[in-house]
């Protein structure tokens, strides 16, 4: 008689499928963002076992979208606040989850608009965060320049 191997769930799979099922800790991004044009994001869920997943997002606000994007599963708090601390670098502070929605989303969707990609590593942490749908309020933002892409080389 044959038995059954477990499948272990990998970090991607159970980001993909769970993630959203976490509640929603603690958000941060830099206070500076809209006059650099570029916002750094954090977002962590909290896993019953006092465990975190985070999301890590770089969001270029006048043209890119999210040009880079990195997870961290089931980590412990002392992790999440030395992640935090690292990042304070940029003057981080602690936001709401609908601000960095709109900013991460908003983003994206003003960077396809001119033909330019997100991440491929966004694929995986944009399940960390909510869908984009109207349950969310929608805060209006303003991307790119004067509404128009700004390329800084």
């Given at each position: 008689m044959k038995q059954k191997k477990q499948q272990q769930i990998t970090p991607e799979n159970y980001i993909k499928n769970f993630a959203r099922s976490l509640p929603i800790d603690k958000c941060y991004i830099n206070e500076n963002w809209q006059e650099f044009g570029m916002a750094s994001i954090i977002i962590t869920r909290k896993h019953k076992t006092e465990k975190y997943t985070i999301g890590i997002y770089l969001v270029d606000t006048f043209a890119l979208g999210t040009k880079d994007s990195f997870y961290k599963f089931h980590i412990d708090k002392s992790e999440v606040?030395?992640?935090?601390?690292?990042?304070?670098?940029?003057?981080?502070?602690?936001?709401?989850?609908?601000?960095?929605?709109?900013?991460?989303?908003?983003?994206?969707?003003?960077?396809?608009?001119?033909?330019?990609?997100?991440?491929?590593?966004?694929?995986?942490s944009q399940y960390i965060l909510e869908e984009d749908t109207e349950d969310i309020e929608f805060i209006d933002i303003e991307f790119g320049k004067d509404g128009e892409p700004f390329v800084i080389f």
């Open positions: 606040d030395e992640i935090v601390e690292k990042a304070n670098e940029a003057k981080m502070i602690e936001t709401d989850y609908v601000l960095v929605h709109n900013i991460i989303y908003g983003a994206n969707a003003f960077a396809e608009e001119h033909d330019f990609k997100t991440c491929k590593d966004f694929n995986i």
